[in-house]
C-alpha cells in the first residue's frame, strides 16, 4: 500500500519511516489503529510539528529562570541580556531535540518551545530587575543617588533632544514636570521593565526558531 507524505504530498511506501522527497518522518499505523515497527525496527515516531510540552517546559524553566536573573536591568553582564536570552532559547530547543526520536523539528515548533523560554525568562527578569531595585531604595538605602541620575536624565539629555526635535517648550515643561513626579518616574521604570520583557521573550523565540533551524535537521532516508 501506497501513502502520501504530509508535507510535500510524494508517494511513500507504508513501511517506510521517512518521506524520501522531503525527510519528513511517517507514522505508519495497523488496522487497529496502533503503530508499528519501521522497516529498521524504530518505533512510531512523533509528528515534527508538535511538542511534548511536559519536558520542553521543565526544561525551559531549568534553563529561563537563571538566564532571566542574568540579563536583569541591575545584572554586571546585563548588556549581553539580549543574546544571552536567544542562547538559552537555541539551548532549551538543543537539549529538548537529544530526547526527540528522531531529532528533528520544524521550525514553527522550535519558535513555540523559545516562545515559553522567553516567557518564563523575561518575567523572570523583570521580576529580579523590580526586586533588586526596591532592595536597593528601600533596604540600602540608595533611593536619592537613583533619584539625582533620573532628574540629570531629564533635565539635561532629554530636554536637549527634545529641543533639538523643535518640540514646544510648553509641552517639553510639562512632559519633564510628570516624568520628574513619583507617579511618573514609577511609571517610567514598570514601562522599561515591561519592555525589556517582551523584547527578551522576543529574542528566545527567534533562538528557538534558528535552534530548529540548525539543530533540527531532517535525517533523509537514502534514495
Not at 522531503?22 to 507514522?27: E, T
Not at 520628574?180 to 517610567?188: K, T
Not at 515591561?194 to 533551524?213: D, I, K, Q, S, Y
Request: glycine content about 12%.
Amino acid at each position: 500500500m501506497e501513502i502520501t507524505c504530509n508535507r510535500c504530498h510524494q508517494t511513500v511506501e507504508a513501511d517506510t519511516c521517512y518521506c524520501p522527497s522531503c525527510g519528513l518522518p511517517q507514522l505508519t499505523y495497523t488496522s487497529d489503529g496502533v503503530g508499528e515497527l519501521g522497516e529498521h525496527g524504530e518505533m512510531p515516531v512523533r509528528d515534527a510539528a508538535t511538542v511534548d510540552w511536559k519536558p520542553a517546559i521543565r526544561t525551559a524553566l531549568m534553563l529561563a529562570v537563571p538566564a532571566g536573573i542574568l540579563s536583569s536591568m541591575l545584572s554586571p553582564i546585563s548588556i549581553f541580556g539580549l543574546l544571552l536570552m536567544g542562547g538559552t532559547g537555541a539551548w532549551t530547543v538543543a537539549i529538548y531535540l537529544r530526547r526527540e526520536k528522531p531529532a528533528w523539528m520544524t521550525i514553527g515548533a522550535g519558535a513555540r518551545i523559545g516562545l515559553v523560554t522567553g516567557v518564563v525568562g523575561g518575567w523572570t527578569a523583570a521580576a529580579a530587575s523590580g526586586i533588586s531595585l526596591f532592595v536597593m531604595r528601600f533596604f540600602l538605602h540608595q533611593g536619592k543617588t537613583f533619584d539625582d541620575l533620573w532628574q540629570n536624565l531629564v533635565n539635561q539629555q532629554l530636554s536637549q533632544q527634545w529641543e533639538s526635535m523643535g518640540i514646544d517648550a510648553h509641552a517639553i515643561a510639562t512632559t519633564k514636570a510628570w516624568m520628574l513626579s513619583p507617579a511618573g518616574s514609577a511609571g517610567w521604570v514598570v514601562g522599561t521593565v515591561c519592555f525589556l520583557a517582551v523584547v527578551l521573550m522576543l529574542f528566545a523565540m527567534a533562538g528557538g526558531a534558528l535552534g530548529a533551524r540548525f539543530l533540527g535537521r531532517p535525517h533523509r532516508q537514502p534514495l
